[in-house]
């Protein structure tokens, strides 16, 4: 039996989404199932996937455009394949603590692709952040790395029990 592949693509601008990418394709790989990871925009085709996950950070309530671009670009390649959505962005543990329901984008990603489910993680922002808007609300004690490397394992390992029974039958 040929080993699973999952893509794990993101759409990040200052990595926090990217480092979620790695916990995930890293607990995919302990729980048995080969994982590549990619930003979103360098994703020409998905190809010899058995499953995609797709990641984008929250920036003023919406979704990276990277990743709508790729759910959109791949929509048909991706039909009946499965797909999980995941969106990274509160700068507090809230994620941590309730279901936060994906901003619009991601729900029209969710939609159009059939994902099996979309989650949110808490995001990351330090000091080293691109932009005026981000670098002044780490000035303003807004900063911090509120992502849960044991919930997104736990998350990847979930995952990875699903495809591996999906493909046992």
């Not at 080993?3 to 926090?16: E, K």
């Not at 990641?55 to 394949?81: E, Q």
């Not at 922002?125 to 900063?143: E, P, S, Y």
């Amino acid at each position: 039996m040929k080993p699973l592949l999952v893509l794990v693509a993101y759409g990040s601008d200052n990595g926090s989404t990217a480092g979620i990418a790695d916990m995930i394709a890293a607990a995919l790989r302990d729980a048995g199932v080969a994982a590549h990871t990619s930003p979103a925009a360098q994703v020409h085709t998905v190809d010899g996937y058995d499953a995609v996950i797709i990641g984008g950070a929250i920036y003023n309530g919406r979704w990276h455009g990277d990743a709508r671009v790729f759910a959109r670009r791949h929509a048909a390649a991706l039909h009946g394949r499965p797909v999980y959505v995941f969106s990274s962005g509160p700068l507090d543990d809230s994620a941590d603590h309730t279901d936060i329901p994906p901003v619009p984008h991601a729900a029209d990603a969710v939609r159009r692709l059939a994902a099996r489910e979309h989650v949110t993680f808490g995001g990351r922002l330090t000091d080293q952040a691109r932009g005026f808007a981000a670098r002044a609300m780490v000035r303003n004690g807004r900063g911090g790395d509120f992502r849960n490397a044991a919930r997104i394992g736990a998350w990847a390992t979930q995952i990875a029990s699903q495809l591996r029974q999906a493909t046992s039958r």
